[in-house]
């Protein structure tokens, strides 16, 4: 399973940005998919996940201003972020879990400043 997240960039506080994560390889047996973010020196934290029958949980920090989806056809898995925050500023990572083993991709500098 390989992962390619892209969409990232520069953008003013209150603007948004998709990210967008295409899943290839073997895709049997795919359920937990989600986005993580990470700050130099701080773990990686949860900002999004999407379960196999389109459940999504949110991190409260991105409640009501980002939301995960995914197209089932094309492989890929999306977040739009809206209502950018400066805090939002991270490299963001996607997961997928197949049978109990993670595989990540290789992050995205998301950067929201004036």
């Known amino acids: 399973v390989q992962l390619q997240a892209s969409g990232g960039g520069l953008v003013q506080p209150g603007g948004s940005l998709r990210l967008s994560c295409v899943v290839s390889?073997?895709?049997?047996?795919?359920?937990?998919m989600g986005w993580y973010r990470q700050l130099p020196g701080q773990r990686r934290e949860m900002v999004a996940v999407?379960?196999?029958?389109?459940?999504?949980v949110y991190a409260d920090s991105v409640k009501g201003r980002f939301t995960i989806s995914r197209d089932i056809d094309a492989n890929t898995l999306y977040l739009q972020m809206n209502s950018l925050k400066s805090e939002d500023t991270a490299v963001y990572y996607c997961?997928?879990?197949?049978?109990?083993?993670?595989?990540w991709g290789q992050g995205t500098q998301v950067t929201v400043s004036s």
């Open positions: 997961k997928v879990l197949r049978f109990g083993i993670e595989f």
């Open positions: 999407i379960n196999r029958d389109g459940i999504p």
């Open positions: 390889g073997s895709l049997s047996g795919l359920n937990h």
